[in-house]
């Protein structure tokens, strides 16, 4: 066995590789040089630097089995091209658990005790103990947002320092948060009831914003916020606002929607404590990145089963038929994920026509996949993607039929079941394209891309006309308009495709309309 390592990796990871294989460092070369090479290794790992595009995965072809990336983010590398070649792509996406969860906690306890700015007033000469008075942690309560593997593990360190835990999660099960002793509360009230709040969710267009001015204002004046997860989840401009006007206590922060910052003012906050990104910066998280992917190479190698797979290469008769119905099983996930209320109770994934019958086991990974990955900040792929759903209890079903595909050759649907009612999606491949078909009861033809404003209503005369004309004294753009109803003069569901996001202020607006009963905008 042969293995190219292109990027520096800890010396721990060489050295199990060098155990049993026969391994060459070649870092820093151009991509000229290592497609040449390519071709004489069985395995290529790589850092975030060297880019593993078709043209390199094409020249280590046939001999080329995995590309292993020391690290969480799979940008730099054509993990589609890697899939259709038959190349696993594996990764190490939890190797820095523990070191951003020790790493909220010390933002916590640093943040309720003033710990960086009685550092620099002492450091400076001064001895100003009255001006540094802190609270304790102790029998406070602790919101974490968002409780997959890092959230968890916060969770768990909080209640070792006495902490109350309260969580937000849709898609965390009653039995998984039992376990943990930690509520389960709506986010509204999460942030009413907490001192401390920590969010740990992916950046997303549905998690963008995630705490902005709306939610700064349920916070209570002396609650702090926490944030080693990802800029942008939290609006540094309303964080700022809140803590210039005294209705937050102060904020740490790991993060910035601008790496590195560049004349942030909340860096200039006497209220704010921040570090340089540093949640996986660690040295046992660099040992593990290396151990992991080495360890899942060589597992590749002797063809055993891997934990951190992310992609999943099909079997060819299989492939042509269900490849293209990957990309539409996510997006009805994705859809679904933005329209349910309330918390997910289970899920039940559909198959008819042609692609009932193989093996549609990648078709409900990457359902789930669309409903997991925008709330969890664990990274989900088809690989992975049932044993997240599994390690939340969440429970997924599969039905098949070879016919009921209403005219076209296969259909997928979704059906989700939450507290707040059941969402159904469904949709089919037209020209190579994801089409969605059906939402709720209602049959529309939508290619999902961009933003959609959906609203049900009350079909009657100038109702489209009114939130066509309001969404263009705003000058936002429509690219599209699909109606379904259930009968003429009946309930309604109208998608409009729009150039933009509207603002919830017009949103709202829009829903004051005679006969408008919901207005929902969901992103593609």
């Known amino acids: 066995m042969r293995v190219l390592v292109a990027d520096g990796i800890a010396p721990e990871g060489l050295e199990l590789l060098r155990a049993s294989a026969e391994v060459d460092v070649r870092t820093g070369r151009p991509a000229a040089e290592l497609r040449e090479i390519l071709g004489e290794y069985d395995a290529l790992v790589v850092r975030s630097q060297t880019q593993v595009t078709e043209d390199l995965l094409a020249a280590g072809l046939p001999r080329l089995k995995v590309v292993g990336r020391a690290g969480i983010g799979v940008d730099n590398i054509d993990v589609e091209a890697a899939t259709r070649y038959g190349v696993l792509v594996v990764n190490a996406p939890a190797a820095n658990t523990i070191s951003a969860a020790e790493h909220t906690i010390a933002l916590m ?216 119905y990957l990309a539409l099983a996510e997006k009805l996930g994705g859809l679904c994920v933005q329209l349910i209320e309330g918390q997910l109770s289970s899920v039940e994934v559909s198959y008819s026509g042609e692609i009932a019958e193989h093996d549609t086991s990648p078709l409900k990974a990457a359902v789930i996949k669309g409903l997991l990955e925008p709330i969890t900040e664990e990274h989900i792929n088809i690989v992975n993607a049932q044993l997240v759903a599994k390690s939340r209890r969440l429970h997924i079903t599969e039905q098949k039929r070879t016919d009921g595909a209403n005219g076209h050759t296969s259909m997928v649907g979704v059906r989700a079941e939450a507290t707040g009612g059941v969402v159904e999606v469904a949709g089919t491949i037209v020209r190579g394209e994801p089409h969605i078909l059906r939402i709720g009861e209602y049959w529309v033809d939508v290619v999902p891309q961009g933003y959609a404003l959906l609203s ?69």
């Open 109 to 324: 306890l640093a943040l309720a005790r003033h710990i960086p700015q009685a550092h620099v007033s002492l450091k400076a000469g001064k001895w100003e103990r009255g001006k540094f008075l802190g609270v304790e942690v102790r029998g406070k309560t602790l919101g974490v947002v968002g409780l997959g593997k890092i959230g968890t593990e916060v969770a768990r360190r909080a209640q070792a320092l006495e902490m109350h835990v309260v969580a937000y999660d849709p898609f965390v099960t009653a039995d998984y948060a039992a376990k943990l002793e930690v509520r389960r509360l709506p986010l509204d009230e999460l942030l009413r009831v907490s001192d401390f709040v920590t969010v740990h969710t992916p950046l997303t267009p549905t998690t963008e914003g995630l705490i902005g001015a709306r939610e700064l204002v349920l916070l209570k004046p002396t609650a702090r916020l926490v944030n080693c997860a990802r800029g942008g989840l939290i609006d540094e401009v309303a964080l700022l606002d809140a803590l210039r006007a005294g209705r937050l206590a102060g904020a740490a922060l790991d993060v910035f929607a601008e790496e590195p910052p560049r004349s942030n003012p909340l860096l200039e906050h006497p209220a704010v404590i921040a570090t340089p990104h540093l949640g996986a910066s660690t040295e046992e998280a660099q040992v593990r990145v290396a151990v992991d992917v080495a360890e899942q190479v060589l597992a590749v190698l002797r063809d055993q089963p891997v934990r951190y797979a992310v992609n999943l290469p099909m079997r060819a008769e299989a492939a042509g038929v269900l490849w293209p």
């Open 456 to 524: 049900r209503h009350r079909d009657r005369p100038g109702v489209i006309g009114r939130v066509g004309t309001l969404l263009g004294q705003h000058d936002i753009n429509i690219s599209y308009m699909q109606v379904g109803r259930l009968a003429p003069r009946g309930q309604a569901l109208m998608v409009l495709g729009i150039d933009e996001p509207v603002s919830d202020e017009l949103r709202q607006q829009i829903l004051g309309f005679p006969d408008m009963q919901y207005v929902k905008l969901v992103r593609f």
